[in-house]
């Protein structure tokens, strides 16, 4: 049977050559479409991506798939954050909460706002995420929805850009099914910070918090989620 975590550790397989026929049974890439289908309506998986993947299993459906050996680069790129570029935004949310789409925010304490940074404040595309304290500092943040837990993933590589102005103070974190945090001071250029994390056992999901605990003001950009790690299980 294929479920979609299943399915999600095949992307970074890149059709793998499987030397026993009796592997993919008609049932089984049926099921494997159909998670397919799901992955793209919930935008885990990019449209060129589930093409490809699309096509890769009714090729096997056909008899006629040519395996490779090779990972390709669109594959090691996987992202499971959505709107990780913060393009999409939300216009009816007040600037104490999150203002992009996919994301979901909150303000405890302090006098602090999210703000839609754009042209020299975005490191790519067209905007970025702001942060800016306005007076007493408290604590701020923006958070993904549940992430899965995929089978196979024995790690979970986070990357993200960021940049400061002021006396400013970053702290991200990991939560629910995975743990591990990063705090620290943000400068004025664009830098690229990488943490990884571990699944907990018998959890499911995990998500990961960025919080502005500190003055100043940071941007935050082109944030990635990537498992690392593949198993293919039947």
Do not use: P, V
């Given at each position: 049977?294929?479920?979609?975590?299943?399915?999600l550790t095949l992307v970074f397989l890149a059709g793998q050559a499987q030397p026993q026929a009796d592997l993919w049974p008609k049932e089984r890439i049926a099921a494997c479409i159909k998670a397919l289908d799901q992955m793209r309506a919930q935008r885990l998986i990019s449209d060129p991506l589930y093409q490809r993947k699309k096509a890769m299993l009714q090729a096997r459906l056909d008899g006629t798939f040519k395996a490779t050996a090779l990972a390709t680069k669109e594959d090691e790129e996987i992202n499971l954050i959505q709107n990780g570029?913060?393009?999409?935004?939300d216009r009816n949310t007040r600037p104490d909460r999150s203002r992009w789409l996919w994301w979901g925010g909150w303000s405890w304490g302090g006098d602090y706002e999210n703000f839609?940074?754009?042209?020299?404040?975005?490191?790519?595309g067209q905007q970025a995420a702001?942060?800016?304290c306005k007076g007493k500092t408290g604590r701020i943040g923006i958070f993904t929805p549940s992430l899965p837990l995929l089978q196979g993933a024995t790690?979970?590589?986070l990357t993200f850009w960021a940049k400061g102005e002021g006396d400013n103070q970053l702290f991200v974190n990991f939560e629910g099914g995975a743990s591990g945090s990063l705090r620290e001071k943000i400068g004025p250029e664009w830098k690229q910070y990488t943490m990884k994390t571990k699944p907990e056992a018998g959890e499911k999901t995990f998500g990961v918090y960025f919080y502005t605990v500190g003055a100043g003001t940071i941007y935050?950009?082109?944030v990635k989620v990537r498992p690392l790690g593949q198993i293919l299980e039947d």
């Open positions: 049977m294929c479920n979609g975590s299943i399915l570029g913060f393009e999409q935004i839609w940074a754009t042209g020299k404040d975005a490191h790519s702001g942060t800016r790690e979970y590589e935050l950009d082109d």
